[in-house]
């Protein structure tokens, strides 16, 4: 018995090994099957991700948006802070929301000509008096036309002691010295590719449609050559940049087809800061192949301040080399969960948000505070912040921190929780002033008319035409932020610079010191 006992007990415990052996093999398989699942789901994903990318509107709306805030009531608690207000803030220093209103008329800057509807001798004939009235205006374009500037020397002759002496009239300075464009020709072809995004190939057939060919090459060869002209300008704005407590940064790709050390597909970088102290606001580009953190210790060498640029690890050797305060920007962490929004699975109108639809009406809570305090003075927008961004931010931190882990790790949804809290530290940082600004959007605007351009012509041949290429958009866009008129601006660049030996001289031509000619009125009535 005691054997047939203990071969039962063996045969018991092989059969529980055998069932454990299945067990596991099964549990095994389910969690293959999760995985392949998930990993399937995060293909599918991704896939809808691709094709929103490429077929899909470009813009960040969202359909069927959850709303948590209302703005009315953002206004009102706004409204009430404002009324707790000291007695010695002037409310001057908080100018009520301006509605803007539909433009009637046409600008008092352009030229007018007056246009008199008369009536015959006939028709008038016996009548008491006559007299106009304005019926309408129209706005008229006068084709552009080229013409050549014939330079006429004028030499007058002394004879004396039997020797002639010749004294010859003073010829005006080129900043190229030989060309045969004229400054306003040159600001003509820089805005119109840097500004318009035409390419110098269209301009080469615009030009000869207006009755004299001028090759892309040599365009091309007047912009290249110019960069060096500018230089002296273009360091003046980098200092004057650089002595300034808040810049925004940020990058984008490039081609250069001809870089030493470089494939021609690889990709090089067009950076950009953009800042300065008040009243002197610069947006200043510079080509360099590498996206390396040495680059921004190049451009901000002197920058003792508040940086702000999205999440790219190589902002953070200039932070620590300058000691510099680094911000985020929370526009790229909401693009983020518009990807993750856009690309999660069809549902239907009763189905409940996804995590992404939450964190997106979190953010738009923070936007919200935003626009509500955009016309107050620093001070107030920053005690706004303080009663109210930050409550909004420690609630979403939290729950962040709960949910993210609930979320399939890889997903889009995922991928934008981690950023978002490993970059909390420095997108709360907006809060700490009320002159800051909660985006990099300022940089990423300062930045687009570049990605536009880029569209159009495609790529740079050379380092050297993409070093002028960053000196142009530096030109126009600074010109932007004063205020200028961009071809206006490069044209009274182009007349004094070659007389600019000075250093006052340089700074009078500096964006914020530019005095332009204003344009020529008519008088409607003589």
Same mark, same amino acid.
């Given at each position: 018995m005691a054997a047939v006992i203990s071969d039962l007990q063996e045969q018991l415990t092989a059969k529980d090994e055998t069932l454990q052996n299945h067990q596991d093999q099964l549990k095994q398989r389910d969690q293959a099957i999760q995985s392949r699942d998930a990993h399937i789901k995060i293909l599918e994903e991704l896939l809808r991700h691709k094709k929103i990318q490429q077929f899909a509107a470009s813009s960040e709306k969202q359909p069927n948006q959850i709303v948590l805030f209302d703005e009315a009531e953002l206004?009102?608690?706004?409204?009430?802070?404002?009324?707790?207000?000291?007695?010695?803030?002037?409310?001057?220093?908080?100018?009520?929301?301006?509605?803007?209103?539909?433009?009637?008329?046409?600008?008092?800057t352009l030229l007018r000509e007056r246009i008199e509807l008369t009536l015959s001798d006939d028709e008038k004939?016996?009548?008491?008096?006559?007299?106009?009235?304005?019926?309408?205006?129209?706005?008229?374009?006068?084709?552009?036309?080229?013409?050549?500037?014939?330079?006429?020397?004028?030499?007058?002759?002394?004879?004396?002691?039997?020797?002639?002496?010749?004294?010859?009239?003073a010829r005006s300075t080129h900043p190229l010295g030989k060309c045969i464009a004229t400054p306003s020709?040159?600001?003509?072809?820089?805005?119109?590719?840097?500004?318009?995004?035409?390419?110098?190939?269209?301009?080469?057939?615009?030009? *000869?449609?207006?009755?004299?060919?001028? !090759?892309?090459?040599?365009? &091309?060869?007047?912009? %290249? @050559?110019?960069?060096?002209?500018?230089?002296?300008?273009?360091?003046?704005?980098?200092?004057?940049?650089?002595g300034s407590d808040y810049l925004q940064a940020d990058e984008t790709r490039i081609q250069v087809l001809k870089e030493d050390g470089k494939r021609a597909q690889s990709d090089k970088w067009m950076w950009v800061t953009r800042g300065g102290p008040p009243g002197k606001p610069s947006v200043l580009f510079d080509y360099d192949p590498s996206r390396g953190g040495q680059v921004p210790v190049r451009l901000l060498d002197t920058f003792q301040g508040?940086?702000?640029?999205?999440?790219?690890?190589?902002?953070?050797?200039?932070?620590?080399?300058?000691?510099?305060?680094?911000?985020?920007?929370?526009?790229?962490?909401?693009?983020?969960?518009?990807?993750?929004?856009?690309?999660?699975?069809? *549902?239907?109108?009763?189905?409940?948000? !996804?995590?992404?639809?939450? &964190?997106?009406?979190? %953010? @738009?809570?923070?936007?919200?505070?935003?626009?509500?305090?955009?016309?107050?003075?620093?001070?107030?927008?920053?005690?706004?912040?303080?009663?109210?961004?930050?409550?909004?931010?420690?609630?979403?931190?939290?729950w962040l921190e709960k949910n993210a882990s609930k979320v399939l790790k890889g997903s889009l949804t995922r991928k934008a929780m981690d950023y978002t809290l490993n970059q909390w530290d420095t997108l709360v940082g907006y809060c700490e002033r009320g002159d800051l600004k909660i985006s990099n959007a300022g940089a990423e605007n300062a930045i687009r008319p570049f990605a536009l351009g880029r569209k159009a012509w495609l790529f740079a041949d050379t380092s050297q035409g993409a070093k002028a290429s960053a000196t142009c958009y530096s030109l126009i866009e600074t010109a932007k932020a004063n205020g200028l008129e961009p071809s206006a601006y490069i044209h009274h660049v182009l007349t004094h610079i070659a007389d600019a030996v000075t250093l006052e001289q340089l700074e009078t031509l500096l964006p914020w010191n530019a005095e332009l000619p204003t344009s020529k009125k008519v008088a409607q009535y003589g």
């Open positions: 206004e009102v608690a706004i409204d009430e802070l404002r009324d707790e207000l000291p007695d010695d803030v002037e409310e001057a220093d908080a100018p009520p929301r301006s509605h803007k209103r539909r433009q009637r008329g046409f600008s008092d004939a016996g009548a008491s008096k006559t007299f106009f009235t304005k019926v309408k205006e129209e706005l008229e374009y006068i084709p552009a036309q080229l013409k050549v500037l014939e330079y006429w020397q004028e030499k007058a002759v002394f004879e004396q002691d039997g020797e002639e002496r010749v004294i010859v009239a020709l040159l600001a003509y072809l820089i805005t119109s590719k840097y500004a318009d995004g035409l390419p110098l190939y269209r301009q080469e057939q615009m030009l *000869k449609r207006l009755g004299h060919e001028v !090759s892309r090459t040599s365009m &091309a060869h007047w912009i %290249i @050559r110019l960069n060096d002209v500018f230089k002296p300008l273009m360091t003046l704005m980098r200092e004057a940049q650089n508040i940086l702000q640029a999205d999440g790219y690890s190589g902002y953070g050797q200039v932070c620590r080399e300058n000691g510099l305060t680094r911000i985020g920007c929370w526009d790229h962490a909401r693009r983020k969960f518009v990807e993750a929004s856009r690309a999660a699975p069809a *549902k239907g109108k009763k189905g409940p948000p !996804s995590k992404a639809d939450v &964190a997106l009406s979190h %953010i @738009r809570k923070l936007y919200a505070v935003e626009k509500a305090a955009n016309e107050l003075s620093d001070g107030e927008r920053y005690r706004v912040r303080q009663e109210k961004s930050l409550p909004l931010l420690n609630a979403f931190k939290a």
